[in-house]
C-alpha cells in the first residue's frame, strides 16, 4: 500500500537478536518502499546496529534504492560467509523444516563450554568473520556525513552503563562491540574501554531520537517477546526466556520513563515539548516467539529470505492499520505500560 500523502519524518529503533535481524531487514526493506516516510535517525543494538549502519551507509550513497539493494548485499555476505559454518541443522531438521539447531550435536557442545570455557580460551585471536564483512559492506567514512542520524549502543564492561556513538564515531569495532555476546566473543576495546553486546543496556536506546531528531515518531523493531505464553521447565527454555526478559527489560523500562515524562512534562519549555510531542509506534509479529534461541545462529538464505518475508509481512499489516496515525498519534499505548509496574 502506497499513500498518497504530505512526507512524515520517522526515526527508527532496532533490537537485536543475531540471525532474526533478518526480520528487521525485511520491516526496513517494506518502509523503504513508502515515498511519504522520510528517515530522520535510527538506534540500533547487536543485528540492529548492523542494520541501521548498512541502511544509513546504502541510503547516502543510493537514496532508498540504495538501502535496499545494501541490506539484501550485506545479508547475502553474511549466508555466504556462514556457508561452511559448524553450526548447521540436522539431516532430520532440514526433512522436517525445523528451523532450530537444538539437535546439532556441534552447537549442544559449543552451548555447554560456553557456560564453562572463556572466549578468551575456545578464541585467543579474537577472530570474528563479521569484522571482514562489515569493512568490505560499509563505508565509514560516508557514514561519517550521512544526513540520516545513526546511534549505536554497547555496554561498558568496567561500568555496566551503555554508551551511545554517534555517525563520526561508526567504525568496525563499534558494530561488532553491540554484537559482542560475552560468552561467545572477546569484549572489544574502544577508546581504552572493553564493550560488550548493547542489549545489556539498551535494546534499542530511545532517548537520543528523541533529544536528538526532528521526528516525532519512533518506529520500534521489535524481534525479542514481550510476552510468552507457558512457563519454561528445560534448562535450555528457562535460559531462553531469561535472556528475552533481560534483552527486553532496558528497552521496556526506558519506554515507562518517556510514558511518566510525557504525563509531568511542561509543554510550555524546549525540553517539556520533546517528550510530550512524542508519538511511539511498534512492529513486531507473534511468530518470532516460535523460534528458538538456537536459530539466532542459523544463516542460512533460505532462513534468512524467511525472516525477511515475515518482516515486509509485518510492516505491511502496521501500514494498512496505522499509516494514518504516523504524525499524527501514537500507536503504541504507552501508558498502559505505567499500569503494570
Not at 535517525?41 to 543485528?47: L, P
Not at 570474528?128 to 560516508?142: E, G, Q, V, W
Not at 561467545?184 to 548493547?198: C, H, P, T
Not at 501500514?319 to 499500569?339: E, I, K, M, V, W
Amino acid at each position: 500500500m502506497t499513500v498518497d500523502r504530505e512526507p512524515v519524518l520517522i526515526d527508527l529503533a532496532l533490537q537485536g537478536g543475531g540471525s532474526h535481524g533478518a526480520f528487521s531487514w525485511g520491516v526496513l526493506d517494506r518502509l523503504l518502499e513508502e515515498p511519504w516516510l522520510e528517515i530522520d535517525g535510527v538506534s540500533g543494538t547487536s543485528a540492529g546496529a548492523m542494520n541501521a549502519a548498512v541502511l544509513v551507509d546504502g541510503h547516502a550513497a543510493g537514496g532508498r534504492d540504495g538501502a535496499r539493494a545494501a541490506l539484501e548485499t550485506f545479508w547475502r555476505s553474511v549466508s555466504d560467509a556462514a556457508r561452511f559454518s559448524p553450526f548447521q541443522r540436522t539431516p532430520l531438521d532440514l526433512l522436517l523444516g525445523r528451523w532450530t539447531l537444538d539437535h546439532s550435536p556441534l552447537y549442544v557442545a559449543m552451548d555447554l563450554m560456553a557456560r564453562m570455557v572463556s572466549p578468551y580460551d575456545l578464541n585467543p585471536g579474537g577472530s570474528n568473520p563479521l569484522s571482514t564483512i562489515l569493512a568490505r559492506h560499509i563505508d565509514f567514512a560516508r557514514v561519517a556525513q550521512a544526513p540520516i542520524k545513526l546511534f549505536i549502543t554497547a555496554t561498558s564492561v568496567r561500568t555496566g552503563q551503555g554508551r551511545v556513538f554517534r555517525n563520526d564515531e561508526i567504525t568496525p569495532d563499534v558494530l561488532l562491540a553491540s554484537a559482542c555476546l560475552p560468552t561467545m566473543f572477546q569484549s572489544i576495546e574502544i577508546d581504552g574501554d572493553a564493550y560488550w553486546d548493547g542489549g545489556y543496556s539498551g535494546n534499542p536506546t530511545i532517548t537520543p531520537l528523541v533529544r536528538e531528531c526532528r521526528s516525532r515518531d519512533t518506529i520500534i523493531v521489535q524481534i525479542n517477546p514481550v510476552e510468552r505464553p507457558g512457563t519454561p521447565r528445560s534448562a535450555r527454555d528457562i535460559l531462553n526466556r531469561l535472556n528475552e526478559v533481560s534483552f527486553n527489560a532496558v528497552l521496556l523500562k526506558e519506554l515507562r520513563m518517556i510514558a511518566l515524562l510525557r504525563q509531568v512534562a511542561d509543554p510550555g519549555n524546549c525540553e517539556g515539548a520533546l517528550w510530550a510531542g512524542m508519538r511511539i509506534h511498534r512492529i513486531a509479529s507473534e511468530e518470532m516467539a516460535e523460534l528458538g534461541a538456537s536459530s539466532k545462529l542459523i544463516a542460512e538464505w533460505d532462513f534468512f529470505c524467511k525472516l525477511r518475508d515475515l518482516g515486509r509481512a509485518a510492516a505491511e499489516a502496521f501500514l494498512q492499520a496505522h499509516a494514518g496515525d504516523l504524525g499524527q498519534r501514537s500507536s503504541f499505548d504507552l501508558d498502559a505500560l505505567l499500569t503494570r509496574i
